[in-house]
């Protein structure tokens, strides 16, 4: 795997807004192999995460639907984060010559790709309010400036990340995958979800 051949940070940035686009047409669906398919299933569950984020923020809907929106973010989010750890375990041994005395970066290549993610999905929804009929000029005027600066942190970011792909090669900078191990998802860690099942047995 540590020598198989990686797609380009423009060719995961581009998926990315294409799935996004395809994704508000089709039922959303993660393909490719590797790390496309990594990448896809962590972008569909920002996908998702950020549309269940919007229908949990409605005052209209019963407290069952919002109650279900909240248990799917907890479900979306855990897995986002299963994501980025698969990818970093993939890209890591590809892109990492060990080397102890170069200095440890914080952030991994896994993390930035879902960084990019969100931003791919701020980009396609505000591109969608400077269209809006329904809105005013100001509205769409006011969300083109925002837009303008989406697109510029998306191509900083993508830039870091090529940057900091090339350090790791060269052996310049090496990192570690630190994993999240969230609590309020596990019936083990979370004392409310222990405690409720100790008072129910």
Known sequence: M????????????DLQSSLTAVWHQSEPVATGEGLLRLLSENH????????????????????????????????FNQQRNNFIEDMDKLLI??????????????ETPGMILDRLSILALKEYHMQEETLREDASEEHREKCSA?????????????????????ELRAGRRRIKVYYQFKMYNDPSLNPELYRAAKAGA
């Open 2 to 13: 540590s020598n198989a051949p990686l797609p380009s940070i423009a060719e995961l940035v």
């Open 44 to 75: 569909l569950r920002n996908f998702s995460l950020w549309h269940e984020e919007d229908i949990a923020r409605r005052d209209d809907l019963p407290a069952e639907r919002i109650k279900q929106a909240k248990r799917a973010i907890d479900r």
């Open 93 to 106: 041994p590809a892109l990492m010559p060990f080397n102890p005395d170069s200095p440890q970066h914080s």
């Open 146 to 166: 925002k837009l303008r600066i989406i697109v510029e942190q998306r191509n900083d970011l993508a830039r870091a990340l090529e940057t900091l792909i090339a």
